[in-house]
């Protein structure tokens, strides 16, 4: 048979074994310290890649915000698999950090120069001179205490700390005048500038740490309204904080004073560290917080309260009859010798390095003392009984320390380091304003009048957003009850022969001496007298921080009644 043939054509064209190929751009190759847009463009449709976003069928992106080197996979419909290389390696968001060297470190009458060695590359510092890119040098004239911002190139920032002590100027001791033609300047506008000292009177960076005298350091995690107490060890770097504020502390502060809890829960107690202090006095408010804003604004100063007396500025004489009385040796420390070690921490011959404070009021009975929240405070007791049986408190809590009745002093030194910016910053704390005298509690805006407990009002609690604010720190780590509440009679009193220290206060006029604060008559025995005859006394929150011996002439708008008479004994907190 004939081979007839025929044909049939194949016709194949779907098949793709291409890999895709693709470039990458960005949106900026220069060095920057903001986020890098990588856009890949391939020769082909693909499949979006993780993590990156479709424009169209050949073109993504993605946003990268740190330098990277990475391999991105791209396929296209057919499976085929290729890649594109992304490399972004001109992002820079490290703030540049520094160093300072000083010219000296010695007690020194001369100029201190300062210099300041960076990482990288920064823009020269506003009063600075250059000396290269990463080296700039400052002359200073004076003791300071500043934060230097540093910006590098890109704009990030970081920042150094100066500090400078050494700078001795040569000034005299002031005299004090002695004519009665130097005026007492107006007390009205004081700021209280805080250094912690050591037990030899030298200024440290950091307070002295608590001593614990058996018992155990407490602290709480959460905010106001919710707060959990819990123990802790003193090893713990979160037991406490003494920080300094920088603004208002209306609203509450960061200051953590230390904590701590006897061993039967029953006596809370917080930690006063040992410090001297100096008060600037201003003729106005505004000028006072100008300089808590920035320690260098001296606009307005008047005078001080320094270890001389009370320092006219004007005259440049210490106002008759005003230098310390009640203080025990010196600052050794150069540019702190004019501050005045606080009274409070020399108990007896001891040189204490801090005091432990009850947190709250005393409640419970007064045979069986507590200090706690939530209890009415102890009332309607003569000083003599609390005297005595407040020295029973360290043995019925098995507190290794000598519990007595806080003298003026102290409860100054409270008081002080609460306005001074490690505690509320010049705010004033706000009243516990209940009138069956519960402790922690605060009212609900300054001013308010009485209003009784509740426990079911929860925001006036201690643990409350009312509460907090009426501690020294402006949350629940301060002293509360130091505004309002119960009247607490304090072991300070006028030496004025009435029959009232006899009748009831016999204890406390026969203590010894390391146990209280005794004030001289004027005479005669009279309240203006008397504010005038003690104006040496420093550290007690009286004649300091007021501006007359009666009426609401403390700072604050706070009570003034200096002792006299048949009340020859202070009440604190009113």
Same mark, same amino acid.
């Given at each position: 048979?004939?081979?007839?043939?025929?044909?049939?054509?194949?016709?194949?064209?779907?098949?793709?074994?291409?890999?895709? +190929?693709?470039?990458?751009?960005? =949106?900026?190759?220069?060095?920057? #310290?903001?986020?890098? !847009? &990588? @856009?890949?463009?391939?020769? %082909?449709?693909?499949?979006?890649?993780?993590?990156?976003?479709?424009?169209?069928?050949?073109?993504?992106?993605?946003?990268?915000?740190?330098?990277?080197?990475?391999?991105?996979?791209?396929?296209?419909?057919?499976?085929?698999?290729?890649?594109?290389?992304?490399?972004?390696?001109?992002?820079?968001?490290?703030?540049?950090?520094?160093?300072?060297?000083?010219?000296?470190?010695?007690?020194?009458?001369?100029?201190?120069?300062?210099?300041?060695?960076?990482?990288?590359?920064?823009?020269?510092?506003?009063?600075?001179?250059?000396?290269?890119?990463?080296?700039?040098?400052?002359?200073?004239?004076?003791?300071?205490?500043?934060?230097?911002?540093?910006?590098? +190139?890109?704009?990030?920032?970081? =920042?150094?700390?100066?500090?400078? #002590?050494?700078?001795? !100027? &040569? @000034?005299?001791?002031?005299? %004090?005048?002695?004519?009665?033609?130097?005026?007492?300047?107006?007390?009205?506008?004081?700021?209280?500038?805080?250094?912690?000292?050591?037990?030899?009177?030298?200024?440290?960076?950091?307070?002295?740490?608590?001593?614990?005298?058996?018992?155990?350091?407490?602290?709480?995690?959460?905010?106001?309204?919710?707060?959990?107490?819990?123990?802790?060890?003193?090893?713990?770097?979160?037991?406490?904080?003494?920080?300094?504020?920088?603004?208002?502390?209306?609203?509450?502060?960061?200051?953590?004073?230390?904590?701590?809890?006897?061993?039967?829960?029953?006596?809370?107690?917080?930690?006063?560290?040992?410090?001297?202090?100096?008060?600037?006095?201003?003729?106005?408010?505004?000028?006072?917080?100008?300089?808590?804003?920035?320690?260098?604004?001296?606009?307005?100063?008047?005078?001080?309260?320094?270890?001389?007396?009370?320092?006219?500025?004007?005259?440049?004489?210490?106002?008759?009859?005003?230098?310390?009385?009640?203080?025990?040796?010196?600052?050794?420390?150069?540019?702190?010798?004019?501050?005045?070690?606080?009274?409070?921490?020399?108990?007896?011959?001891?040189?204490?390095?801090?005091?432990?404070?009850?947190?709250?009021?005393?409640?419970?009975?007064?045979?069986?003392?507590?200090?706690?929240?939530?209890?009415?405070?102890?009332?309607?007791?003569?000083?003599?009984?609390?005297?005595?049986?407040?020295?029973?408190?360290?043995?019925?809590?098995?507190?290794?320390?000598?519990?007595?009745?806080?003298?003026?002093?102290?409860?100054?030194?409270?008081?002080?380091?609460?306005?001074?910016?490690?505690?509320?910053?010049?705010?004033?704390?706000?009243?516990?304003?209940?009138?069956?005298?519960?402790?922690?509690?605060?009212?609900?805006?300054?001013?308010?009048?009485?209003?009784?407990?509740?426990?079911?009002?929860?925001?006036?609690?201690?643990?409350?957003?009312?509460?907090?604010?009426?501690?020294?720190?402006?949350?629940?780590?301060?002293?509360?009850?130091?505004?309002?509440?119960?009247?607490?009679?304090?072991?300070?009193?006028?030496?004025?022969?009435?029959?009232?220290?006899?009748?009831?206060?016999?204890?406390?006029?026969?203590?010894?001496?390391?146990?209280?604060?005794?004030?001289?008559?004027?005479?005669?025995?009279?309240?203006?007298?008397?504010?005038?005859?003690?104006?040496?006394?420093?550290?007690?929150?009286?004649?300091?921080?007021?501006?007359?011996?009666?009426?609401?002439?403390?700072?604050?708008?706070?009570?003034?009644?200096?002792?006299?008479?048949?009340?020859?004994?202070?009440?604190?907190?009113?």
């Amino acid at each position: 048979m004939p081979g007839n043939t025929g044909s049939v054509s194949i016709l194949i064209n779907n098949i793709d074994k291409t890999a895709p +190929t693709g470039s990458a751009s960005y =949106s900026t190759t220069d060095p920057t #310290n903001q986020d890098v !847009t &990588a @856009t890949i463009t391939t020769s %082909e449709a693909i499949e979006t890649p993780a993590g990156w976003t479709k424009v169209s069928d050949t073109e993504y992106w993605k946003v990268y915000s740190g330098n990277t080197t990475e391999t991105i996979t791209i396929t296209d419909a057919a499976g085929n698999t290729g890649s594109v290389n992304i490399a972004i390696s001109n992002i820079d968001k490290t703030a540049p950090t520094g160093s300072v060297s000083y010219s000296t470190t010695d007690p020194t009458d001369e100029d201190v120069t300062v210099t300041l060695t960076t990482d990288k590359p920064i823009e020269t510092p506003t009063g600075w001179t250059k000396v290269s890119d990463t080296e700039y040098w400052k002359v200073y004239s004076g003791n300071t205490t500043e934060t230097v911002t540093i910006t590098d +190139t890109l704009g990030n920032t970081g =920042s150094v700390s100066i500090v400078i #002590n050494n700078i001795e !100027t &040569a @000034t005299l001791e002031p005299e %004090e005048d002695t004519t009665g033609t130097v005026s007492q300047f107006s007390k009205a506008y004081g700021v209280i500038d805080i250094a912690w000292l050591d037990t030899d009177n030298n200024v440290i960076s950091e307070p002295e740490a608590p001593v614990l005298c058996g018992m155990t350091p407490v602290k709480w995690e959460g905010a106001p309204g919710s707060y959990a107490e819990t123990t802790t060890t003193d090893e713990d770097i979160d037991w406490y904080s003494y920080t300094a504020q920088t603004g208002d502390t209306t609203s509450g502060g960061t200051s953590k004073w230390a904590n701590a809890v006897t061993a039967n829960g029953n006596c809370y107690f917080v930690w006063i560290p040992r410090y001297a202090y100096k008060i600037t006095y201003f003729n106005s408010q505004a000028n006072a917080n100008a300089y808590r804003a920035n320690s260098s604004s001296t606009t307005g100063i008047i005078g001080y309260s320094n270890i001389y007396g009370m320092l006219d500025q004007a005259s440049g004489k210490v106002v008759g009859g005003t230098a310390p009385t009640n203080t025990t040796g010196t600052v050794q420390t150069t540019g702190y010798t004019e501050y005045i070690p606080h009274p409070a921490f020399t108990f007896g011959s001891t040189e204490e390095k801090g005091i432990w404070m009850g947190k709250y009021q005393s409640t419970g009975t007064i045979s069986s003392i507590t200090i706690k929240p939530n209890y009415p405070a102890i009332a309607s007791q003569t000083v003599s009984t609390m005297f005595s049986n407040s020295q029973n408190v360290s043995g019925a809590n098995s507190i290794s320390a000598d519990s007595h009745m806080m003298r003026n002093t102290e409860w100054g030194a409270a008081a002080y380091l609460c306005e001074s910016k490690y505690g509320r910053n010049g705010t004033g704390v706000r009243i516990n304003n209940n009138s069956e005298f519960y402790t922690g509690w605060g009212a609900n805006a300054d001013g308010a009048g009485s209003v009784a407990y509740s426990a079911t009002s929860t925001d006036n609690l201690y643990t409350g957003q009312y509460g907090v604010v009426a501690s020294t720190t402006g949350n629940i780590y301060g002293v509360y009850d130091m505004s309002g509440g119960s009247s607490e009679y304090i072991a300070g009193y006028v030496n004025n022969g009435n029959a009232a220290l006899t009748n009831y206060n016999l204890n406390l006029i026969n203590a010894m001496a390391k146990y209280k604060d005794v004030y001289q008559i004027g005479p005669p025995d009279a309240q203006s007298n008397n504010y005038n005859a003690n104006k040496g006394i420093k550290g007690d929150a009286v004649y300091e921080t007021s501006t007359s011996y009666s009426g609401l002439t403390s700072w604050h708008g706070d009570d003034s009644a200096f002792v006299n008479g048949g009340n020859p004994v202070f009440a604190r907190g009113r």
